[in-house]
């Protein structure tokens, strides 16, 4: 390979190791993995809030049902007292029918709130269950959407491989000062630091080389490496 198409070579694996980064940046599957990662985020934090839900109705469950042992053996022991024969008074018999009476009322009332809380329960439950089915979906999403982008991005880092290896070769049949010249213009101009002399003229930028500038190269033997007057690129006979 002459010195020159060499150069050109170098510059074309350069910019498809350019264009390859930006591929990989630019994965479609990372934005899947991105996308996955957020419903399942959007999932733990409905999940988090239906448990505290859950807490709250969980223990007002278990103080009622507290309350409701309470008068029961409160019942018990008036039952015994009205029952064992230790009344002396039918006044006092009357008494404690009263208070029997008043506690059962109150013992309906918190069994009553202790089966409504149990309702309302039941859908946070069957709701959690269902963001535990949904979390395991999610999961199993995130995993395929991992290695998709890892086999992806591995495509992507052998084709960067590739193209590095052909730019090693290319760049071995490049002068070494012609190289350094090249890499130079490359920080400025990207993948157009060396163009062809065509048309009489530099092909990287809009400006046309003066008549004389123009004249000098247009002398150069073919394959003989030049400099725009106008924009600075590197320009080949
Ligand atoms: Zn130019």
Aim: net charge negative.
């Amino acid at each position: 390979m002459s010195a020159m198409d060499a150069l050109f070579a170098v510059q074309d694996e350069d910019t498809i190791v350019g264009q390859l980064g930006h591929r990989h940046a630019h994965l479609s599957e990372r934005r899947d993995l991105a996308d996955a990662e957020a419903a399942r985020a959007a999932t733990a934090a409905e999940v988090d809030d239906l448990k505290s839900a859950h807490l709250d109705l969980y223990r007002r469950q278990r103080r009622y049902e507290g309350e409701v042992t309470a008068v029961e053996d409160r019942l018990a022991e008036l039952d015994g007292m009205l029952y064992g024969g230790s009344v002396t008074s039918p006044k006092e018999a009357v008494a404690l029918q009263n208070e029997i009476g008043h506690l059962r009322q109150r013992l309906d009332s918190l069994e009553g709130t202790v089966l409504e809380t149990m309702e309302e329960l039941e859908p946070v439950d069957k709701a959690l269950a269902e963001l535990s089915t949904r979390a395991g979906t999610e999961e199993e999403s995130i995993a395929t959407c991992r290695s998709a982008l890892l086999a992806a991005e591995s495509t992507v880092d052998g084709e960067v491989a590739e193209a590095e290896e052909r730019r090693v070769l290319a760049a071995g049949d490049v002068p070494t000062e012609v190289l350094a010249r090249y890499e130079w213009a490359r920080i400025s101009f990207g993948a157009s630091a060396v163009v062809h002399f065509a048309g009489g003229d530099c092909n990287g930028c809009p400006y046309s080389m003066p008549a004389v500038e123009a004249d000098r190269v247009r002398a150069l033997d073919v394959g003989t490496l030049a400099e725009c007057s106008e924009c600075g690129r590197l320009v080949v006979r």
